[in-house]
């Protein structure tokens, strides 16, 4: 089970880190990416993490704005959200394709994950 935590209502400009923890299985496995979706939108892949960490990839429109990372030990995946623009605000979401040590060919393609955690809704006002 994936829990998302660490939305909330923010400035822009601001900062907040998300937090996505693992439960009854182990985390140190899996990639995780986080997805959002805005109202009226489709869903999109913003950052993924491969299982140990050694690669991470990021949506254009997050890029040097954003960094994800992750402690296996603590079992849990953090994605920090810097320089926060409206735009940004959506339900943020965790999810890991379920297989070992796999990223899809395009980690954005959110058909390949079969694990997802509720959604922690980020707000960010102009």
């Known amino acids: 089970q994936l829990q998302a935590s660490g939305g909330g209502l923010v400035q822009a400009g601001g900062s907040l880190r998300l937090s996505c923890a693992a439960s009854g299985f182990s985390m140190g496995y899996y990639a995780i990416t986080w997805f959002r979706q805005a109202p009226g939108k489709e869903r999109e892949g913003v950052s993924c993490?491969?299982?140990?960490?050694?690669?991470?990839y990021y949506t254009d429109s997050v890029k040097g704005r954003f960094t994800i990372s992750r402690d296996n030990a603590k079992k849990v995946v953090f994605l920090q959200m810097d320089s926060l623009k409206p735009e940004d605000t959506a339900v943020y979401y965790c999810?890991?394709?379920?297989?070992?040590?796999?990223?899809?060919?395009?980690?954005?393609?959110?058909?390949?994950?079969?694990?997802w955690g509720q959604g922690t809704q980020v707000t960010v006002s102009s």
């Open positions: 993490i491969s299982s140990r960490g050694s690669s991470t």
């Open positions: 999810a890991t394709p379920g297989e070992r040590h796999w990223i899809p060919s395009v980690w954005a393609d959110d058909g390949e994950y079969h694990y």
